[in-house]
């Protein structure tokens, strides 16, 4: 049972916006930075969003994160097929003292 | 650039213990966060625990009767050993490099491709 919460699924056609919300609490996203994760069919996950609103070098400005309170939010704009994956948010709870990951969301580009 | 690969047997008995190894290449072991992630069948991740390059550990409280994470630095390898199995703990286990000041802020820049480990007799 993770303690940060998606929404199962999140789809939209080609060039549409979609957004992914991750629900959680002061003792986690309330205190420390959010992750976020790409996972494609069959391979291992790739860091999409660091320290709630970064980008590694190489993923593409089309996805943007943020954060507010006990709640991180990652926004696909301008949605294409290689889009198509799991996308998992990641933070730290001090109250577990452990990495916790969100409970997944499927995005299916229609 | 580094890399990291899983390696360990693919099939492990109930109530044996699970050992696997994260060989760390193109960089040094030195430094940064160690982790253990696993996924199972059709299921989301589970953080399995972390080991600091200086040896130091922490592991998910739903698991840590079980788990030992150890570090060896001379071979740029650090290992998980998985207490007491049942089928619950099949799944693909991931290691993975953890960058970051402190833990808290932390975050998992390189990624194993991950090894599938069975439990069945």
């Known amino acids: 049972q993770s303690v940060l919460t998606q929404p199962p699924s999140a789809s939209g056609t080609p060039g549409q916006r979609v957004t992914i919300s991750c629900s959680g609490s002061?003792?986690?996203?309330?205190?420390?930075?959010v992750n976020w994760y790409q996972q494609l069919p069959g391979t291992a996950p790739k860091v999409l969003i660091y320290d709630n609103n970064q980008r590694p070098s190489g993923v593409p400005d089309r996805f943007s994160g943020s954060k507010s309170g006990t709640s991180a939010s990652l926004a696909i704009s301008g949605l294409q097929s290689e889009d198509e994956a799991d996308y998992y948010c990641?933070?730290?709870?001090?109250?577990?003292?452990?990495?916790?990951f969100g409970t997944g969301t499927k995005v299916t580009v229609l | 650039q580094v890399q990291l690969q899983e390696s360990g047997p693919g099939l492990v008995k109930p109530s044996e213990t699970l050992s696997l190894t994260c060989t760390v290449s193109g960089g040094s072991i030195d430094t940064y966060y160690w982790n253990w992630i696993r996924q199972s069948p059709g299921r989301g991740l589970e953080w399995i625990g972390y080991i600091y390059y200086s040896g130091s550990t922490t592991y998910n409280p739903s698991l840590k009767s079980r788990i030992t994470i150890s570090v060896d630095t001379s071979k740029n390898q650090f290992s998980l050993r998985l207490s007491s199995v049942t089928s619950a703990d099949t799944a693909v286990y991931y290691c993975?490099?953890?960058?970051?000041?402190?833990?808290?802020?932390?975050?998992?820049?390189?990624w194993g491709q991950g090894t599938t480990v069975t439990v069945s007799s």
């Open positions: 993975a490099r953890g960058q970051g000041v402190v833990v808290q802020f932390s975050f998992m820049d390189v």
């Open positions: 990641a933070t730290w709870d001090d109250s577990l003292n452990g990495q916790v």
């Open positions: 002061s003792s986690n996203i309330g205190t420390n930075t």
